[in-house]
């Protein structure tokens, strides 16, 4: 830490009490109240020095004691004392902690130029601009050291603004951080070395500085550097994760868990050294550190995002800042995990345990970023495979993932209310999804937690899934789900048989050229004959499946039958399957075309 060293003299002044009394020889004939203090000096020496006690004792006779009050001065009756030691020529330190204090008294008591050479106004000067300002600790500490009543008078006589150019010209430069010295407190990247003997500090990266700006200075002068470190041309994600680690050290409530609702209650928050945060002041430091996010976009980190807005919640910052928030989160919603999407409604008349309503109106905002012209490619999985990372329908299918697993969270909620939940689940465009199981995954736990609802209200939240877009694994679990509507297990087993079939026809043409290729090359080779024979083993399984499918097919058709009238059968079994002259979609999503004809039939079949 720089420090300039004034004076020659020894100490020349007593404390008593709350007296200070000056033994230079002399007997006192000036007394100075600063506070609580009292001091006995000498006219000549301060009068001297300072054209405001000169105006203030001039009219005064040379033989009378003179009282003063100097209550206002900057710094109180600890800066006061220094400057009496500067006038005495007693020796004194300057150093960054308190040369803004003393620069500031100097200005009060107008010791400039024309009272002395070298008085101190011109040296604090001095060391401010040549000492302070060169070195980051230097500069970081005297911004330190402007409390309240010491920042307006500072900020008139330039001092804060210098401070904060000379930081943010250093943390613009971070690769050359060696020639302002080390942070302060030095950051989760610094290692420590040995060379020749001699123990050195690197660090690594450009955030070398976050940890001294977040740890000292307070909000409205971090504000005032972050925004000079911008218009330097700092790359936005570097002055987005400053930003990021201000309000990770500074927001007490930003590290709750998702499940911390019960803070809300709370006046306010204890942290770190006992200091106290009242909510009212997180969430107004809340609201402005959302106002210095840039607005570039994907350079906080969507984690960060939804932690900001879940202690927005707690805290009830304005809708302007929420909704500021679920924007951000909206255009990078793909980089989204799951439990930070979990958001506790924090609301005073919450139904449901999460808050629905924002992630809904996060996906609107992702959703109005997403280029419609993407949803031309009908086949996801090709689409994915060509390795196109950065097209929007990777980001799109992310989601639609995403999604289905939020609906699958909070199916279970029993307060949930149908329509939300199909209003959520219908935002994203059935195109995007490669499979469906993810959707039918949490249809499946919505209608278990909701046992009340009808028939026709399952039907209605099947529409959100395609039951042709469904796995092997999906159609057999869904074949045998008690709880899915039956025309929708109808509509599996259908179509889980048309793939069947569709497969055993492939396997056949497979087969066919391979034994033909088989035969013309050696129609003796012993391994062409144990080719044969598997493959009539997998037709001969697959055909088995089909004509159990089958078996199921007719079982549940003629249930059906049982529960319509026979007046009624046509438009019954068109609605599930379609007419014969036209074509229609299914009640998942599916188009039933060749096929239906075949189940008519079958239908028919079985009636007879």
């Not at 007296?19 to 506070?35: E, F, H, M, N, R």
């Not at 001092?159 to 989760?188: H, Q």
């Not at 905002?365 to 950065?390: A, I």
């Not at 037709?539 to 089909?546: A, F, L, P, Q, T």
């Amino acid at each position: 830490m720089a420090c300039m060293k004034l004076g020659s003299k020894s100490e020349v002044f007593h404390l008593s009490g709350h007296t200070w009394v000056c033994s230079a020889g002399l007997k006192p004939d000036v007394v100075i109240q600063v506070q609580d203090q009292t001091f006995h000096l000498h006219k000549f020496p301060l009068l001297s020095r300072s054209g405001y006690l000169e105006a203030l004792f001039s009219k005064a006779s040379e033989t009378a004691s003179h009282h003063a009050q100097l209550h206002d001065i900057p710094g109180g009756p600890d800066t006061f004392l220094h400057v009496a030691n500067f006038c005495y020529g007693v020796k004194i330190e300057v150093t960054a902690e308190n040369v803004v204090t003393l620069r500031c008294a100097a200005e009060y008591l107008q010791m400039s130029e024309n009272y002395g050479n070298a008085n101190l106004i011109y040296l604090t000067e001095s060391f401010l601009n040549d000492d302070v300002c060169t070195n980051w600790e230097d500069s970081i500490r005297a911004l330190e050291s402007c409390e309240k009543k010491l920042l307006p008078i500072a900020e008139e006589l330039g001092i804060v603004s210098r401070c904060i150019s000379s930081l943010a010209v250093k943390a613009s430069y971070a690769e050359d951080k060696s020639l302002f010295n080390w942070p302060i407190s030095a950051p989760e990247t610094t290692t420590t070395t040995l060379w020749n003997g001699i123990q050195t500090k690197s660090t690594s990266g450009s955030n070398w500085w976050f940890n001294d700006v977040s740890s000292f200075l307070d909000f409205p002068i971090y504000k005032r550097f972050i925004q000079t470190v911008a218009s330097r041309g700092v790359k936005a994600d570097l002055v987005a994760a400053s930003v990021t680690h201000y309000a990770k050290r500074n927001l007490p409530l930003l590290g709750c868990s998702r499940h911390c609702g019960s803070s809300s209650s709370e006046e306010g928050t204890n942290y770190g050294d006992d200091i106290y945060y009242s909510h009212d002041d997180q969430r107004s430091l809340l609201e402005e550190i959302v106002e210095l996010l840039p607005s570039e976009k994907r350079v906080a980190s969507t984690r960060f995002l939804l932690r900001l807005l879940r202690t927005s919640m707690v805290l009830h910052a304005s809708a302007v800042t929420q909704d500021s928030l679920e924007r951000k989160i909206g255009v990078q919603l793909d980089e989204a995990g799951l439990e930070d999407l979990l958001i506790p409604n924090m609301g005073y008349s919450a139904e449901t345990l999460y808050d629905i309503d924002s992630v809904q109106r996060i996906l609107d905002h992702f959703m109005l970023t997403f280029d419609s012209s993407s949803r031309c490619y009908n086949n996801v999985e090709e689409k994915q495979l060509m390795g196109d990372s950065d097209h929007p329908l990777r980001a799109m299918t992310k989601v639609a993932s995403l999604i289905d697993g939020y609906l699958a969270e909070v199916g279970s909620d029993e307060n949930l209310k149908l329509l939300k939940f199909q209003a959520l689940g219908a935002l994203i465009p059935e195109d995007v999804r490669p499979m469906d199981d993810g959707i039918y995954r949490a249809i499946d736990i919505y209608i278990k937690a909701h046992p009340w609802l009808t028939e026709y209200e399952r039907e209605q939240l099947c529409l959100l899934m395609n039951c042709q877009k469904l796995s092997l694994e999906a159609c057999t679990h869904a074949a045998q789900n008690e709880r899915l509507p039956v025309r929708v297990i109808v509509q599996v087993l259908f179509f889980e048989q048309m793939r069947l079939r569709t497969s055993i026809a492939e396997l056949d043409m497979d087969t066919n050229s391979s034994n033909e290729e088989t035969t013309g090359k050696n129609p003796e080779l012993e391994g062409g004959s144990k080719t044969k024979g598997n493959a009539k083993m997998g037709i001969k399984e697959m055909k088995e499946r089909v004509y159990e499918l089958e078996k199921e097919c007719t079982s549940m058709k003629q249930d059906l039958y049982k529960l319509v009238k026979p007046k009624e059968e046509r438009n019954f079994f068109s609605k599930i399957f379609g007419s014969r002259s036209k074509t229609k979609t299914s009640p998942c999503g599916g188009k039933g075309k060749g096929g239906e004809e075949d189940t008519l039939l079958m239908i028919r079949e079985t009636k007879n």
